[in-house]
Antibody, heavy 121, light 108 residues
Framework: EVQLVESGGVVVQPGGSLRLSCAASGFTFDDYAMHWVRQAPGKGLEWVSL????????YYADSVKGRFTISRDNSKNSLYLQMNSLRAEDTALYYC??????????????WGQGTLVTVSS | EIVLTQSPATLSLSPGERATLSCRASQSVSSYLAWYQQKPGQAPRLLIYDASNRATGIPARFSGSGSGTDFTLTISSLEPEDFAVYYCQQRSNWPEVTFGPGTKVDIK
C-alpha cells in the first residue's frame, strides 16, 4: 500500500524558514518523480514543485520560485521542501504527491494527508 | 497560464442520480486532463487521467470524456460516498499545471 506521510508544518513568522518532509513507503521511491501541492484554507489546489526520480530536474511555480527548494534522499525514501522568506500567502496545507512517471508526468496518483504551514506574526 | 473553469459550482443531487460535471480550458490541453475527488478533511484522490482513463481502484460508475477544451466527468449513479468536491487539472503546458476551482456535489 502506498503511503506518504508529511511532517514539519508549524506556525512561522513572515520572513521565516521551514523545512517540510515526506516519508514514502509501499512503492519503489526512486522510480518516480515527486511533487508538492498546496491548498490554502477553504481554497483550491495549487501545484508548487516537482523533482525527478534522481533529483536531476526540479521545477517550481512562479509564486515560490527563488524561495522554495525541493530535494529528495532516495536512500531514505524521503522528499523535502525547504521554504524560505515565507509570506502570509504561503499559508496552506502542503501535500506530498507521487507522480505517475519518473521524470514528471504531472498526474498525481497518490497523495499524503498534508502538513499545515501557517505564516503569521 | 491555462485557466480551467468548472461548472456548475455546486450540483445538488440525490443518491442514485446521474452527475455530469464540466471542465473547460482557456486553450486546448489535448487529452492531458485529470479529475480528482476530495472529501472534507481528506487528501485529493485521482479518479481519471488523460481525460478518460480510470485510475487504479476507481469504480466503473466514474467516467471521463472530452478533448481539446471541453471535458466531462460523469458519475452514472451517485453513491453516498460520492458527495464531495471534484477538481479537474491540466498538464498540457507543464510545469505550469493548473487546477480548476472545483465542483461541489452535495446531497439534495
Amino acid at each position: 500500500e502506498v503511503q506518504l506521510v508529511e511532517s514539519g508544518g508549524v506556525v512561522v513568522q513572515p520572513g521565516g524558514s521551514l523545512r517540510l518532509s515526506c516519508a514514502a513507503s509501499g512503492f519503489t521511491f526512486d522510480d518516480y518523480a515527486m511533487h508538492w501541492v498546496r491548498q490554502a484554507p477553504g481554497k483550491g489546489l495549487e501545484w508548487v514543485s516537482l523533482i525527478s526520480w534522481d533529483g536531476g530536474s526540479t521545477y517550481y511555480a512562479d509564486s515560490v520560485k527563488g524561495r522554495f527548494t525541493i530535494s529528495r534522499d532516495n536512500s531514505k525514501n524521503s522528499l523535502y521542501l525547504q521554504m524560505n522568506s515565507l509570506r502570509a500567502e504561503d499559508t496552506a496545507l502542503y501535500y506530498c504527491a507521487k507522480d505517475m512517471g519518473a521524470y514528471g508526468d504531472y498526474t498525481f496518483d497518490y497523495w499524503g494527508q498534508g502538513t499545515l504551514v501557517t505564516v503569521s506574526s | 497560464e491555462i485557466v480551467l473553469t468548472q461548472s456548475p459550482a455546486t450540483l445538488s443531487l440525490s443518491p442514485g442520480e446521474r452527475a455530469t460535471l464540466s471542465c473547460r480550458a482557456s486553450q486546448s490541453v489535448s487529452s492531458y486532463l485529470a479529475w480528482y475527488q476530495q472529501k472534507p478533511g481528506q487528501a485529493p484522490r485521482l479518479l481519471i487521467y488523460d481525460a478518460s482513463n480510470r485510475a487504479t481502484g476507481i469504480p466503473a460508475r466514474f467516467s471521463g470524456s472530452g478533448s481539446g477544451t471541453d471535458f466531462t466527468l460523469t458519475i452514472s449513479s451517485l453513491e453516498p460516498e460520492d458527495f464531495a468536491v471534484y477538481y479537474c487539472q491540466q498538464r498540457s503546458n507543464w510545469p505550469e499545471v493548473t487546477f480548476g476551482p472545483g465542483t461541489k456535489v452535495d446531497i439534495k
